[in-house]
């Protein structure tokens, strides 16, 4: 069965710096890779989609890496802030109309 | 962009008793539901999908007699979680999709209930 792995359970880095996060998966590569933002006590919240045929992907200060060989995305946030301080999802879409699978997260903290 | 509620947002019950969770989608018309449950420091495990006004598809492991799901419309879908027992305090969310185009349409989450059995 598909497994995704979010290396890090925990990440801590300092205000300002870039934050990067993994996401490994095995078997077949997704049609789309999305991650997710989730707080504590509150539902995920999509934060940007990457095709398997797209190699990076940016929003704002996200940006999103999708390498089908070495089965990975990363997930950079640069010049990161405190309030981006969040549990975060990397997911699977098989299809359009496919169930999401979702990793186990990665507790990200921002200190100041 | 579009927003999913969840009712309640906590819910304590006593053991035995069988509790009803809402979820709506308040601007978009949602074809298809899931509900989540979630455990502390895990990840979201898929429950059941639901289209409107059909039955829903449960996930193995899931028992449907246990966790009723019904989707009358496109705007609710509902989750009872019958006699339920202190084993079932979780986290449960929900999500809607919309009607489908050529890019996969979002998952958009409610803000998830918090359901404590004692």
């Known amino acids: 069965s598909q497994k995704i792995e979010q290396n890090s359970e925990a990440l801590n880095i300092q205000e300002g710096k870039t934050a990067t996060l993994t996401c490994n998966y095995t078997?077949?590569?997704?049609?789309?890779l999305q991650w997710y933002r989730q707080d504590p006590g509150r539902g995920p919240v999509f934060l940007l989609l990457i095709r398997e045929n797209e190699k990076e992907k940016r929003k704002e200060r996200l940006k999103v890496t999708f390498d089908t060989t070495l089965k990975q995305s990363l997930f950079h946030i640069t010049a990161s802030q405190p309030a981006d301080s969040a549990t975060y999802l990397c997911a699977l879409l098989y299809s359009s109309a496919s169930k999401i699978i979702f990793g186990s997260g990665t507790r990200l903290s921002i200190r100041p | 962009g579009a927003v999913v509620s969840q009712h309640p947002s906590r819910v304590i019950c006593k053991s035995g008793t069988s509790v009803k969770i809402e979820c709506r989608s308040l601007?978009?018309?949602?074809?298809?539901m899931f509900w989540y449950r979630q455990f502390p420091k895990q990840s979201l495990m898929l429950m059941a999908t639901?289209?409107?006004?059909?039955?829903?598809?449960?996930e193995q492991g899931v028992e449907k007699d246990k966790f009723l799901i019904n989707h009358a419309s496109l705007t609710l879908s509902t989750l009872t979680v019958t006699s339920a027992h202190p084993e079932d305090s979780s986290f449960y969310i929900c999500?809607?999709?919309?009607?489908?185009?050529?890019?996969?349409?979002?998952?958009?989450f409610g803000p998830g209930t918090r359901l404590t059995v004692l």
């Open positions: 639901s289209n409107e006004g059909s039955k829903a598809t449960y």
């Open positions: 999500s809607a999709r919309g009607l489908a185009g050529g890019e996969p349409d979002t998952q958009y």
């Open positions: 078997n077949y590569s997704p049609a789309y």
């Open positions: 601007d978009f018309q949602a074809t298809t």
